[in-house]
Every structure is written in structure tokens, then in C-alpha cells.
């Protein structure tokens, strides 16, 4: 019969003071009672003694769902247990190897945008209450035209609305004034008017800002013109030069910002 050996590792924990406990390894902890309080404690090589408790409970891996638990290095101290906190849309799931952190159920601003433009040269009669209309969609999701001249959300956030005008005074000798404001649901908003004046007839003016707007699913917004006289224009310009694009009366874009 063949002889059997055993080979036994003994750790012994000496109870003591601190400052009499010796780390052997470079990278090492030493374990011992402390002889004032007799709790277990921890010392490392830069000499830092902490409670055994502070690195050993009893928590676990089993509460997922509000947090786990996974020890963090440290340069200067021994590695501290912390509580990896679950927030809104992460969900924390372990096996025996790893802990997993997943926010797919995390949701951001939905895009929805619209780009339009009109190809026609639009007029007025003078000193009246008018809607600048858009003919052509270049691009849209959840943004679209109604009524040739409505800017209508599908869906509820907050929207930049910006747009460019190509104005232009044909004809009179006397300066002309032109008002562009924003309506929305049919209601002129406060305070969005602009007045821009006109002294000379065939001058090119480009009006260009934006404006802000918390809508609901399925409301709209108008970009609205005033004028004085009946000579100015909001004008499509057919390009003089070949090789570069005609100059559209109306550049409109709308996009969700929250």
C-alpha cells in the first residue's frame, strides 16, 4: 500500500499592537488582533491599519437590482469595498466571473426634423396679414406642411425653428417697411416681431433668425409677414450664373432640441 502525504498551510494571527505587526511582502496584508480593542484588523506595507470588517461584511452579490459590491484599488491604502449604485434605466446583473452594466433601456431625444423650401416668388397687396408657404420637402421626420404654410409636429418636445427669406423692393422711391413674426395654432405669439426697412428698389435682403417653441403632438407653427407696401416681395430668384443653384423665396427648417 502506498503512503499517502499531506501538505497543510498553517496561518497563524498573532494578537498585538499595531505598531508591532510586520508586513513580510512587498505587496502584502497582515492580519491580527488588535491587542487594545481585540477586533481583527488589517495593516499594509505603507503602514495604514484599518478594521478586517471594512473589507470582509456580509454583503454580497445577491441584491441585484439596487447595487453590488466590488473592491476598488487603491496606491496608498488597501482596497476599499464599495457599492456600485443601479441608477435610473441600468439594470446590474452578475455570474460568478463577472458583473454586467446595462443601460439599453436608456432613451434620448427622439429626432424629429423637417427641411422645406418654396420655389415661388410670393406677394402681397400691402398692409396685410400673411403666412410665408413652402411648396418643396427636402427632408422630414415627424415635421411636415400643412396647408402650405403650417409647420406641424406629430410629435410633442421643444423646436428650433429657422428659416432664411430672400427679400427684395421692385419698384417706389420711398423707404418700405416688411414685419416677420411668429404664429402658433392660429395665434400671433408675443413679442416675435421683427421690422426690417427697405430704402432701395431691386436690393437684395436676406432676413434670417430662428425662433424656440414648446409644442403638443399635432400642433403647428406659421412664419407670418407684414408689409407696407405692396412692392415687396419674398422672392424666388432663378440663379443668373449656370453653374450655381436658383435662390428658393423660402429656406425653413425645424428640428426637436428637447
Not at 406677394?123 to 400673411?130: A, I, V
Not at 418636445?157 to 417706389?172: E, H, M, R
Not at 416681395?233 to 435662390?247: G, N
Request: proline share 2%; net charge negative; charged share 15%.
Amino acid at each position: 500500500m502506498g503512503a499517502f502525504f499531506y501538505l497543510c498551510y498553517i496561518m497563524e494571527i498573532t494578537k498585538s499592537l499595531g505598531n508591532d505587526i510586520e508586513v513580510l511582502s512587498a505587496n502584502g496584508l497582515s492580519v491580527f488582533v488588535d491587542d487594545v480593542d481585540s477586533t481583527m484588523k488589517v495593516k499594509d506595507t505603507n503602514g495604514n491599519i484599518e478594521p478586517l470588517s471594512n473589507y470582509l461584511g456580509s454583503e454580497s452579490l445577491a441584491n441585484i437590482g439596487s447595487g453590488v459590491k466590488i473592491y476598488k484599488e487603491s496606491t496608498s491604502n488597501p482596497s476599499q469595498l464599495k457599492t456600485l449604485i443601479q441608477g435610473a434605466n441600468v439594470s446590474l446583473t452578475e455570474d460568478e466571473e463577472s458583473i454586467t452594466i446595462d443601460a439599453a433601456n436608456a432613451t434620448g431625444t427622439a429626432l424629429y426634423y423637417g427641411s422645406f423650401v418654396s420655389t415661388i416668388t410670393q406677394t402681397t397687396t400691402g398692409n396685410e396679414q400673411k403666412a410665408m408657404t413652402l411648396n418643396s420637402t427636402l427632408l422630414s421626420n415627424g415635421v411636415s406642411i400643412q396647408n402650405n404654410s403650417r409647420i406641424q409636429v406629430a410629435n410633442a418636445g421643444i423646436y428650433n425653428l429657422q428659416f432664411s427669406a430672400q427679400i427684395v423692393k421692385t419698384q417706389g422711391g420711398s423707404n418700405q417697411t416688411i414685419y416677420v413674426y411668429l404664429r402658433k395654432n392660429g395665434t400671433n405669439v408675443p413679442d416675435s416681431n421683427t421690422a426690417v426697412t427697405l430704402a432701395n428698389n431691386n436690393q437684395f435682403i436676406v432676413l434670417a433668425w430662428n425662433f424656440v417653441e414648446t409644442l403638443s403632438a399635432n400642433q403647428y407653427l406659421e412664419l407670418m409677414w407684414y408689409t407696407t407696401d405692396e412692392h415687396i416681395q419674398i422672392a424666388k430668384i432663378t440663379s443668373p450664373i449656370a453653374v450655381i443653384p436658383d435662390i428658393p423665396s423660402l429656406i425653413l427648417t425645424m428640428t426637436r432640441v428637447g
